[in-house]
């Protein structure tokens, strides 16, 4: 089985290039919020924020379980959080999703958020939070993918290449900083 971990800030296209790839690739998705929300794996809600605070070590065992457990060929666990994940052992691929400031702040803005919210996400995603934290963990598995100036089917193809080994994105080429604040 290949495992892969599709991570980045909300709004990079994550949940619908997943959902696209894994019908190309005839396999299974894992949505880490549908995951946090079915097993209660939070330990209360941030009232300021309107978020869930997830419990990172519970979240983690969950996704070992779920991995472990799968007799897929390809098993696709999709999320914010799911670079977070420890067990690198148990991890082939992770991907993460970015997206410029100016693109990320449209696609949030019609989500609705606050500003406070869509401002507190530009600023993860122009200091690389995501890509950090994955490298940190998974070291050379991370591939970083820019879905700024491309649509879901590509990002989604794009994906499917990354999985089957035809293309490699390593992190540290994209950096949205100058963009946020320049």
Known sequence: MTAVLITGTPGTGKTTA??????????????????????????????????KVVDLDALSRMIGITLEDSNDDHLIIEG??????????????????????????????KRGWSDS?????????????????????????VNELDTSDIDVKEVADLVVEIINGKKHFPPGNLNFLEDLYG
């Open 80 to 109: 914010h959080l799911a670079h977070t994940f420890k067990n690198d052992d148990l991890v082939d691929i992770v991907i993460v999703l970015r997206a410029r400031p100016d693109i990320l702040r449209k696609r949030l803005n």
């Open 117 to 141: 919210k869509v401002q507190e996400n530009l600023e993860a995603e122009a200091l690389d939070i995501c890509t950090f934290e994955a490298v940190e963990i998974h070291g050379d598995k």
């Open 18 to 51: 997943s959902k696209i790839a894994v019908k190309k690739l005839k396999s299974s998705l894992v949505a880490v919020n549908d995951l946090v929300n079915d097993e209660n794996l939070y330990n209360g809600h941030d009232p300021e924020k309107g978020y």
